[in-house]
């Protein structure tokens, strides 16, 4: 039997600082992103010593104060009852798995594509979906959205200094926005989103009684299979085949067209179900009685929020909307102690 390696060899680990790391994202993929080739920041910066430019970002990201916030804020079901529930930090940490995954087998840059995953949602406000709807009597149409409001903690209320790709991929990870995002890495991760929340809101779902497993459209249950990892599965293997086939990060058409279905079955049966609309329309009540009180006492906003350039209306969406959920419950109770909304 030969010995082993001796561990007190220093020859059994090689440095491998940022020049080593830039240089290997030469072999990825040609429409991959390569982060010598960014397009910056707004402030100059010294590069790492060991870390690149989106490397660094995503430890930014992580370190950050609206990432730390995401624990305790809903991403469906509000104040639901069980500990295994989504919260918008474990579908935070869903959408970067599959976002990484998709980079990964497309050979793309991965800590591109984990960086935009991991700051995507900290513009939510408390409450789920509800902030686009809350706080839309407050600014002129769609000027409030969450995804904007991700980049504005990052660019102004916790400003990164984040890269210019990272910070376009944030604010167009919505399929709904645009111009579209300028990156590969950034359609990975609008694909991951969705991925994410039908997958595991569906467990979700299931687990609170709202969904029984036969009420799933049969095509669904054909293509996907099984709720839960069979349809995360299928969803992705779906994006690498059409990927690698056409040569730009795409979802084969039918596996689409499917997942469409399905997002459109969880609409009709869970976002806009009459028990989830009613706690939406309460939560909705919370925000915008805390706006209200804001904006008459600008005063009880705290200094970290109070951009003094920007509009009243601003500065408190800018502090209520980055609350948690049970820090704006509590708020409300406070200062409305005769309301039932919280």
Known sequence: MQPGPDPDDPALLRRRDRH??????????????????????????????????????????????????????????????????????????????????????LSLNEPLAEAIALGHDVGHSPFGHTGEEALSPYFAPDEWHHAAQSVRIFETLEDLNLTWEVRDGIRAHSWKINPPPSTAEAFCVRFADRIAYLAHDALDALRAGVLDGSEFPPSVIERFGEPGRPWVAAMIQAVIEESLRTGAVRMEAPTLDVMNELRDFMFARVYQAEEQLRQQRRAVRVIRQLMDWHLAHPDDIPGTYRQHEASAATQAADYIAGMTDRFALATHARLLPGDDAA
């Open 20 to 105: 080593a790391r830039e240089t290997a994202e030469a072999g990825l993929s040609p429409i991959a992103t390569r982060s010598a080739a960014s397009r910056g920041r707004g402030r100059p910066e010294e590069p790492d010593e060991f870390r690149t430019a989106f490397e660094r970002d995503r430890d930014r990201i992580i370190h950050s104060k609206a990432f730390r916030r995401l624990k305790h804020k809903t991403q469906v079901f509000l104040n639901p009852e069980g500990d295994h529930y989504v919260t918008r930090l474990t579908h935070t940490m869903q959408v970067t798995q599959v976002a990484r995954a998709l980079a990964a087998a």
